[in-house]
């Protein structure tokens, strides 16, 4: 069949398998730094909250009793409360006027 130009066979093998294996290495890797970016996000929401409680009790020269009187106030968070990217609720330690640790 002089003229007619086509991939054979084993030209399109190799060709999904390296394609294969260069998902196989991108994959994870994708995956992981998804879930870094949630965890880097949350770790900022905490440090916001807790810079919100310090100003709380800057202004009002007491510490607040539980999370929401600073959550809902619309002086702290104009654009309404941070959310956890895992959907999980953070928690205030009333002894240690903090948002506790917050792992996932």
Request: one cysteine or more; a neutral charge.
């Amino acid at each position: 069949m002089p003229g007619k130009k086509a991939f054979t066979l084993v030209e399109l093998l190799v060709v999904v398998m390296i394609l294969g294996a260069l998902a196989a290495i991108a994959v994870p890797r994708m995956i992981s730094g998804a879930t870094n970016a949630k965890m880097r996000a949350c770790e900022t929401n905490v440090d916001l909250l807790n810079s919100q409680i310090e100003l709380y009790y800057a202004n009002e020269q007491k510490w607040p009793k539980n999370l929401p009187i600073v959550t809902e106030d619309p002086n702290y968070f104009p654009d309404g409360v941070p959310e956890c990217p895992f959907e999980t609720k953070y928690k205030y330690n009333s002894t240690t006027h903090r948002i506790s640790s917050h792992t996932h």
